[in-house]
């Protein structure tokens, strides 16, 4: 199995500008999360899926930021406007879900380190 | 509100020494601890602990659970520099659909 796939792996934008970033979970997970990492909060959850649904996006850190799961094999997040405070790593990570054995061990993609100017 | 607190942040060890990390949480409707390693990248899953007194190992790492004082450790005997990372442990609450809380991490050093 490939693992989680996220791209892009690095971004450098100007403040002001879109961004998005993309995911793709592993193969038959039914559950997804958002996370972002920074060195002063550590990591934190922004959103989650399950099976395609929002469940809760209590961490959204404001309205610029927004999520989507349009099928069971791709995820976006995407920034608008971007801000310099935006920059850290996001980590998309995929698990088996609810009703299936160990169905919330969670397994990380390589993430996608975002720098805004 | 769930709390997942590691102690300590930081740990500098000699090759060879054994160490053991910390791992306390206050969580409703727990349902089960996880424990991940960081390095440069990703993190990636070590153990998952559901029962109190069962030992997961693995290699030199072993992790153990109590639900009565609510706390994991997990230890690395004869430490490798490659054991360098940073350590996380998350709670997961039968509540949350399944979603982790992750405490702020141990960051090891492992020296020649």
């Known amino acids: 199995d490939a693992g989680v796939i996220q791209s892009p792996r690095h971004e450098v934008t100007e403040m002001g500008q879109e961004v998005t970033l993309r995911c793709k979970p592993i193969?038959?997970?039914?559950?997804l999360f958002w996370y972002r990492q920074t060195m002063m909060r550590g990591l934190e959850l922004l959103i989650y899926?399950?099976?395609?649904?929002?469940?809760?996006d209590s961490g959204m850190p404001e309205d610029r930021f927004s999520a989507k799961m349009p099928n069971a094999s791709f995820s976006t997040l995407k920034i608008q406007p971007s801000e310099p405070r935006d920059s850290a790593v996001y980590f998309c990570a995929s698990s088996p879900g609810p009703g299936r054995g160990e169905g919330e061990t969670q397994y990380f993609g390589p993430g996608t380190r975002l720098l805004v100017l | 509100e769930d709390k997942v607190v590691q102690s300590p942040l930081s740990l500098v060890v000699h090759e060879g020494d054994t160490v053991t990390l910390n791992c306390s949480y206050e969580?409703?409707?727990?349902?089960?601890l996880l424990w991940y390693k960081q390095e440069k990248k990703a993190p990636t899953f070590l153990f998952m602990l559901t029962s109190s007194g069962i030992e997961k190992k693995s290699g030199r790492l072993s992790s153990i659970l109590d639900k009565k004082e609510l706390f994991s450790i997990l230890n690395i005997t004869a430490t490798q520099t490659g054991d360098s990372a940073i350590y996380l442990c998350?709670?997961?609450?039968?509540?949350?659909?399944?979603?982790?809380?992750f405490g702020k991490g141990t960051s090891l050093l492992v020296t020649p």
């Open positions: 998350a709670s997961a609450n039968s509540n949350s659909g399944y979603a982790l809380n």
């Open positions: 899926f399950n099976n395609n649904v929002p469940i809760d």
């Open positions: 193969s038959g997970h039914n559950s």
């Open positions: 969580v409703t409707n727990f349902r089960s």
